[in-house]
């Protein structure tokens, strides 16, 4: 029996040995964990103490849970409760725009395991929104194994106004600079466009002073040469020649009125000029009717001039006056298919003027050697003239051997038709005979008014023969000239006629002059209307023998 409680005793010592062994650790092992879990408590607690005085809010997020954790600062400013914010609660809260965009980062980051930083909207207890700058970071065990997510929330509304503030003064600033900026540009532009203009204009205008420089040289040059013209025909030679490098853009010609005035005819053209005839109404030209320049613009049927083509280009006329009287015109053609411009207009008036005064001073001259060599009431060559002429003609004739004729005629009784008739019906009498002289002879014989009623002819290459038959025929035809004044019959006129010839009867003016008025002298006393060859019928044979071929001229 004590055997038996002896290992009974044993046994429960063993037992509770065996207990002693295994409880004992257990025990310890459940405080510890109490100990732990109340160590945690205390830590959450102190946690949530904290970030409840932080100013900002806190929260902590779990991945797949969303947010376990969110201090009173969240309350405080959005006016949602904790608990409603939990989870995905706070979604309520953010701004509709920025929600997807909150969503997307933050699922980023929870894949990620990456901090995130991003600002959105709030809405705060009044109702409105607040910015606020939102940072989450995620928290790891020590085996560096995610636990959960910590973030903060801080409003930046302020700041974000300030910034915007400052972003909006930056943005005007730059919009006012860029304005300021732009205005200037185009200013540059426009001045750089308007300095291009300008110099443009500078060239041109540079070119035209050029152009007109250089017209205004050849116009003096071809004043200069006019001024020396002793003829039309030289005028409008210069003209042509000088119009083309004055006007190289133009065709032209001039158109002159005949001595009636009743018809224009062309005198000079250059450049090709073409007209549709070389005659023309004086009407057929509106610069003659209105007696000022006529343009007329390409293919305008206004008032066109009847003298040139209606060409495919522009074309102008000038009248051209001489001492105030139109004498012509002046008609340019263009060959290119524009108008002509004022400053050409005006330098053509300009060159027409020095036209006209050219054949001005060229009529002018002429009008005044005619007075000098001309005698007025006739308009036959006066006798200084014959003189000249005589001079020349017989060392002509005595140089080419050639036979000169001279008749000296004198009017039958002049004296007494005078008488009878009046003085004013003798000097129709001397008109008449003097065109009736004209008409007898040939175009090269000098026909002039000696004196009074004495007239000499110089035949120039005549003969002896030639001489005697054409003062025959002079005698003869006057007879049958019926004179009449005032258209009356004023009787007959009859001429006395003295012949004489180069070289039987001189070989100078003064010979022959005083040869022929001896013939003259006879032929009055043997009866006058007849005509005397120079003294005896030897004479006459001398003549005759002299002015024949080979004959030997005194020289
Ligand atoms: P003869 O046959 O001898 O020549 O006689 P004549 O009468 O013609 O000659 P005389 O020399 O005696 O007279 C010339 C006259 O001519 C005198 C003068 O009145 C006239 N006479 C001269 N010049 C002019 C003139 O310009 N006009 C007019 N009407 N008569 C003139
Ligand atoms: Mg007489
Ligand atoms: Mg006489």
Redesign the pocket.
């Known amino acids: 029996m004590a055997l038996r409680e002896t290992h009974t005793y044993e046994a429960l010592v063993l037992v509770a040995i065996s207990l002693a062994v295994v409880i004992g650790p257990v025990v310890k092992l459940l405080a510890m964990r109490r100990a732990l879990a109340q160590s945690l408590l205390e830590g959450e607690a102190h946690f949530r103490k904290l970030a409840d005085a932080l100013p900002e809010m806190v929260w902590t997020a779990v991945s797949g849970r969303g947010i376990d954790y969110m201090n009173q600062r969240w309350c405080e400013l959005t006016g949602q409760p904790v608990e409603q914010a939990l989870g995905f609660g706070w979604k309520e809260v953010i701004h509709p725009d920025d929600l997807a965009v909150a969503l997307q980062s933050w699922e980023k980051s929870r894949q990620s395991g990456i901090a995130s930083e991003m600002e959105y909207r709030l809405r705060s207890r009044d109702g409105g929104y607040r910015w606020h700058l939102v940072r989450a970071r995620v928290m790891r065990d020590s085996s560096g194994a995610m636990i959960k997510w910590i973030g903060t929330n801080t409003d930046i509304e302020d700041r974000r106004h300030t910034q915007q503030g400052l972003e909006d003064q930056i943005k005007q600033h730059t919009a006012d600079l860029m304005e300021a900026n732009a205005r200037l540009e185009t200013e540059m532009r426009q001045r750089a466009l308007a300095q291009q203009e300008l110099n443009q204009q500078n060239e041109r205008m540079l070119k035209e002073l050029t152009r007109r420089s250089r017209r205004a040289t050849l116009l003096a040059k071809m004043a200069e040469l006019l001024q020396s013209c002793a003829d039309l025909k030289d005028v409008f030679s210069i003209v042509a020649g000088m119009a083309p490098k004055v006007f190289p853009e133009f065709r032209g010609t001039i158109l002159l009125l005949n001595s009636s005035r009743k018809m224009l005819e062309m005198a000079v053209q250059w450049s090709d000029c073409q007209l549709p005839a070389p005659v023309f109404d004086p009407q057929d030209c509106w610069a003659l009717r209105t007696g000022h320049v006529h343009v007329v613009p390409a293919g305008d049927l206004t008032a066109p001039c009847a003298h040139t083509h209606a060409g495919k280009y522009a074309y102008f006329c000038v009248p051209l006056l001489s001492q105030g009287e139109a004498v012509g015109i002046l008609h340019f053609q263009l060959s290119q298919p524009r108008e002509p411009v004022e400053s050409e207009l005006s330098f053509s008036s300009t060159f027409a003027e020095q036209i006209g005064l050219s054949i001005a001073n060229i009529r002018l001259r002429e009008a005044l050697r005619n007075q000098s060599i001309r005698d007025p009431?006739t308009t036959l060559y006066n006798r200084r003239y014959l003189e000249e002429t005589m001079e020349r003609e017989t060392r002509r004739a005595v140089r080419a051997e050639h036979g000169l004729g001279v008749l000296v005629l004198?009017?039958?009784?002049?004296?007494?038709f005078?008488d009878t008739y009046g003085?004013?019906a003798?000097?129709a009498v001397?008109r008449e005979f003097a065109s009736f002289l004209s008409r007898s002879v040939r175009a090269e014989d000098i026909v002039c008014r000696y004196g009074?009623?004495e007239f000499v002819v110089v035949l120039p290459m005549a003969d002896i023969d030639a001489s005697q038959a054409r003062a025959e025929r002079i005698c003869a035809k006057l007879r049958e000239l019926p004179v009449l004044h005032r258209g009356r019959s004023v009787g007959k006129v009859t001429v006395?006629v003295g012949v004489a010839v180069l070289p039987a009867n001189g070989t100078s003016p003064k010979e022959l002059l005083e040869a022929a008025d001896a013939a003259l002298y006879r032929a009055?006393r043997e009866g006058?209307d007849r005509v005397m060859l120079v003294e005896g019928p030897a004479s006459v044979a001398v003549a005759r023998e002299a002015g024949a071929p080979g004959a030997t001229f005194a020289k």
């Open positions: 009431l004198d009017l039958d009784h002049f004296k007494t005078n003085h004013e003798g000097d001397l009074g009623e006395s009055k006058r």
